[in-house]
């Protein structure tokens, strides 16, 4: 209950900045004196088109920021005397991204049709379409104080040549394709099965952000200026024919507005560039391989060693491999804990990256380095928080797996060195998977977490729910025969695996009745559809009376 309100205060902060900067800017070139002569050539679209672009402006200044991941990691860590609530937020960045683009997109298409509307009118004004005033103000000569109002300089021009010859025209097309190029490699299907068709087109950005400096150099939309005496606009409107001739009427001059996009994402530009240049030097450190192990399901285990390098549980690293791609780096969370000399990641075959860095690892005579591997990172994810609770839920779905195996094993560490700071108390795992093989590489750590905790006499602290999703009826006939078995037929554990998929309302309401006045942190790494369906049941089962059961949710994003 607690987070959806957070996120939507978060959303409504930043959907009310867009809105007041949207109506200010709309009033102000609707309204504003200095475009009286603007409006009358081109009407409520100089403001549809104006409105727009200063919404652009703040949400261009936005977009980089989600995704300077060493800038984030900082806050994140600054933020850790400050509550869950702040965090969680920075756990959403990627979904704040798209948010962002999407506010681009939409604010693009309405201030390109505005503008197209504008040159439309432009050109109908100078080749004397319309009324009188119309076309003395297309008129005005460009003398050498460039006093001209209406940008379009011949009566016989083709909008279209307009748009491909002036700086505005040529840097809207060119900002305007790059970002349907990104935007459409962006979507689901193509992320996940052609990642490098999204990744590449990706950097199509350095050319947005370029076109998007120069595009206001043109300085298309005029305003009036001062003059000496003044132009009386209420008398003079209605006799142009009398401009220059008389004292109220001197001819008015105009002049195109300072360009300001610059000054919105100079900033943002500038930290990114760092975030790159922090990358490089990490990519340039040398990473050693400790372990390279092939697990079943074409899972690959790569144990790696860096100088100097720290993590924390369930945090993650981007990884590059050179022989593969000099451009593509990939996010893989950690599998290891921080008590470990090296650091670990569990990669799954999961497309043309992935299977060729299988593939080469493969291949590679025993004992042998592998190829160079830059790592960025780590990074911090939900993850992190998990010994902030006295109670943890923990689901994983698949591959999902990985940064539970971080927390799992660090929680061994600490139970094997008595570690007086861990403050949680009881863990609940569930792991979701659709063939047996699967298990096989994480079993082992259970295994050896299930013979500690009895040892300890701590059976209790952590209970662990294995789900299979997929089988069939050979597998199922081998369950029967050895169902009586004291331990699991699939994983050799003394928890036997669930079929099919959890019932979390039991779930949840088991949790419930066994923690009545804790704090319990749900995590997930899997699928969105999972995400929703547990987001629901940790609002569904917290309670409204703050001594009793709170379950917060949590979810790995990268």
């Known amino acids: 209950m607690h987070s959806p309100v957070k996120v939507c205060s978060s959303f409504v902060v930043w959907m009310g900045i867009n809105t007041f900067l949207f109506v200010w800017f709309y009033l102000f070139y609707d309204l504003g004196d200095q475009f009286f002569y603007t409006r009358h050539l081109l009407g409520s679209a100089l403001a549809w088109a104006r409105a727009p672009a200063a919404v652009l402006n703040f949400n261009c200044l936005l977009i980089l920021l989600p995704v300077c991941r060493n800038l984030l990691s900082l806050f994140r860590g600054s933020f850790m005397c400050c509550g ?7 756990d959403k960045n990627l979904s704040f991204h798209k948010l962002v683009a999407y506010m681009i997109a939409l604010m693009t298409a309405v201030h390109m049709i505005a503008h197209l509307l504008n040159v439309e009118w432009y050109n109908n004004s100078r080749q004397g379409v319309y009324d009188t005033l119309s076309t003395a103000l297309s008129n005005l000569e460009d003398t050498d104080n460039t006093t001209y109002l209406n940008p379009i300089r011949t009566t016989d021009l083709i909008p279209t040549y307009f748009a491909f010859t002036t700086i505005a025209g040529l840097t809207g097309v060119i ?8 935007i459409t490699s962006s979507m689901e299907v193509i992320r996940r099965s052609y990642f490098e068709v999204f990744w590449y087109t990706h950097h199509l950005f350095i050319i947005f952000f370029a076109g998007l400096v120069f595009h206001g150099a043109g300085r298309i939309v005029r305003s009036q200026q001062k003059t000496d005496p003044p132009h009386n606009t209420t008398f003079c409107k209605d006799h142009p024919e009398d401009w220059g001739r008389i004292p109220e009427c001197p001819i008015p001059q105009f002049a195109g507005g300072f360009p300001q996009t ?16 922090l990358r490089f030097i990490r990519y340039m450190q040398t990473v050693r391989y400790r372990k390279i192990v092939m697990r079943p399901s074409k899972v690959l285990e790569l144990q790696l060693v860096k100088n ?43 497309g043309d990256w992935t299977d060729k860095l299988i593939d080469i690892m493969q291949k ?57 700071k861990l403050r949680t108390r009881k863990i609940y795992f569930y792991w979701l998977c659709r063939e047996t093989h699967a298990f096989e590489w994480f079993a082992d750590l259970l295994q050896v977490l299930e013979k500690e905790m009895e040892e300890r006499g701590m059976g209790d602290f952590l209970t662990y729910k294995l789900y299979l999703t997929g089988w069939d009826q050979v597998h199922a006939d081998h369950v029967k025969v050895r169902f009586d078995q004291d331990t699991d037929v699939v994983t050799g554990l003394k928890q036997k695996t669930h079929y099919g998929r959890p019932i979390w309302d039991k779930e949840f309401e088991q949790v419930r009745k066994e923690n009545p006045t804790s704090v319990v942190g749900t995590f997930l790494c899997g699928p969105e559809a999972l995400a929703k369906v547990l987001e629901k049941k940790c609002a569904k089962y917290s309670d409204v009376d703050p001594r009793k059961t709170k379950f917060y949710f949590n979810k790995e994003n990268f």
């Open 175 to 182: 900002i305007t394709l790059a970002l349907i190029l990104i």
């Open 308 to 350: 100097g390098f720290k993590m924390e549980v369930g945090q993650y690293v981007f990884i590059n491999c050179p022989a593969i791609s000099q451009l593509e780096w990939h996010p893989f969370t950690m599998t290891s804990a921080p008590e470990e000399d090296f650091f670990s990641i569990h990669i799954r075959s999961a």
């Open 364 to 420: 590679l005579p025993e004992g042998a380095q592998g190829p160079k591997m830059g790592v960025d990172g780590p990074f911090g994810t939900a993850s992190e928080d998990v010994f902030d609770y006295e109670v943890s839920m923990l689901v994983g779905a698949g591959i999902g797996v990985t940064p539970f195996a971080s927390i799992l094993k660090s929680i061994w560490y600490k139970f094997k060195e008595s570690n007086p």
């Open 84 to 90: 869950r609530t702040m965090r969680k937020q920075l």
């Open 262 to 277: 610059w000054m919105w994402v100079i900033g943002p530009m500038v930290l990114y560039l760092c975030e790159r240049l």
